[in-house]
Every structure is written in C-alpha cells, then in structure tokens.
C-alpha cells in the first residue's frame, strides 16, 4: 500500500487526491515539516512525500507524475509520445515554478518564516498572481483542462494551486481561469481526500 508522507491540509493534498483518482489504496503518515520522520523521507524536510515500496518520490508535481505513469491504464498521464511527455512537464514546472508562488511567499510570510524575516509582500505577490492569471488563462483557451479534454495528474497540482488562490484572497478576474477552477475543485476525488485528511488529522 502506497504512503503518502505528510501534514493534512498542506501539499500532501495533492498526492491524496491523485491516489483518489486513481483508486489506489493509500495510509497516511502524519507528520510535520522538518521533522527527524520528513528528513528521513526527504533531506529538505518538506512535505510531501510518497512511499512505493524500495521507492521515495518527493516533491508533489513529481509524485503526481509519478502516479500518473505507474497507472497509466487509468488515463490520468500524458498524452501520447514525447511531445505528450513535454507537454506535461512544461505544465508541471510551470504550476509550481510560476502559478504557485505567489500563494506560496504569502503563506511563508504570513505563517511559517520567522519573525524576524517576515515582510508586507502583499502588493508585490498580489501583482505577480494577476500576471500569472492572464499567462494560465492565454495557456487554457479552448481546453477544458490542461492537456485539452480530460483530466490529468497536472489538473490535480494546478488545481491545488488553484484552491490556495482562493483560500489566500488572491482576486481572480479571468472567467475561464474561475471555470477551469470550478471544474476541477468540483471533483468527488479531491472531497474524498480531504475527508481522509481530516480523518488522519484527528486521529
Ligand atoms: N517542491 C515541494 C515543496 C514542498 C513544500 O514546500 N512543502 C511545505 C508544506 S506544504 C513545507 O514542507 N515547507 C517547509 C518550509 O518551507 O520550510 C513540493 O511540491 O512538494
């Protein structure tokens, strides 16, 4: 059975809802960031990670990818060929090299940096996360997700992404980026993962 390292409610989300999708079996293993259990898994000490065995995936567009490829049958991968291939790790760098910072610096510089290093950044993020508005919404034109009709492994990064824009008051103005959010926020996978979340969170 897969194990999906991690806090609830932080990335380890991403990894949950991809093993929803794709029905897998999966426990949870709870644990904080930088602590002696993530650096075993992971030497930065950030979650998540995910335990296949002998195998340790880290880094969640990395884990999703993974997933995605180990289940192919299940259609969540990239479309076919190389170019299939780069399509997908050009979405995927992008979601968490240029859609997810902004969300991200906020959050480090509202709740995790320490004192002494955090800053009023919300101008400048506020200002990056409209560019990067525009750039997804010029990326999705005509697709209902991002590799065209159907959902993938990168819906599940940009997604996530997607509901920390909305939990961290990032202003959306494109319809089409609101939609696309709509739609895949909207999936039965991502509500069965949260679930199973906050079952471990309580636990
Ligand atoms: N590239 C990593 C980033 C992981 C990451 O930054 N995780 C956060 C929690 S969601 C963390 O552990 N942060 C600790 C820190 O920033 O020091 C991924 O996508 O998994």
């Known amino acids: 059975m897969y194990q999906a390292v991690g806090s609830p409610g932080s990335r380890l989300t991403r990894v949950t809802w991809m093993l929803e999708e794709l029905g897998e079996p999966y426990q949870i293993v709870k ?20 335990v296949d065995g002998e195998i340790v995936v880290t880094d969640s567009a990395a884990i999703c990818a993974y997933l995605s490829e180990k289940h192919a049958d299940k259609g969540l ?23 997810e910072p902004p969300m991200w610096n906020k959050l480090k ?16 993020v506020a200002h990056e996360f409209a560019a990067e508005e525009k750039a997804l919404e010029a990326k999705l034109r005509g697709r209902d997700y991002a590799l065209g009709d159907r959902f993938s492994a990168v819906d599940v990064v940009l997604g ?44």
């Open 31 to 50: 644990t904080k960031m930088h602590t002696d259990l993530m650096r075993h898994y992971n030497p930065t000490g950030k979650m998540p990670a995910l």
């Open 77 to 99: 991968g990239p479309n076919p060929g190389l170019a299939g291939r780069a399509e997908m790790m050009s979405w995927m760098i992008y979601a968490q090299a240029e859609f």
């Open 109 to 124: 510089h509202r709740l995790i940096l320490p004192d002494n290093l955090r800053a009023e950044i919300g101008a400048w």
């Open 160 to 203: 996530h992404c997607g509901q920390w824009s909305r939990s961290g008051k990032f202003e959306a103005k494109s319809p089409v980026v609101a939609a696309y959010f709509d739609r895949v926020l909207s999936r039965p996978a991502l509500a069965r993962a949260q679930a199973r979340e906050k079952e471990a969170a309580a636990a």
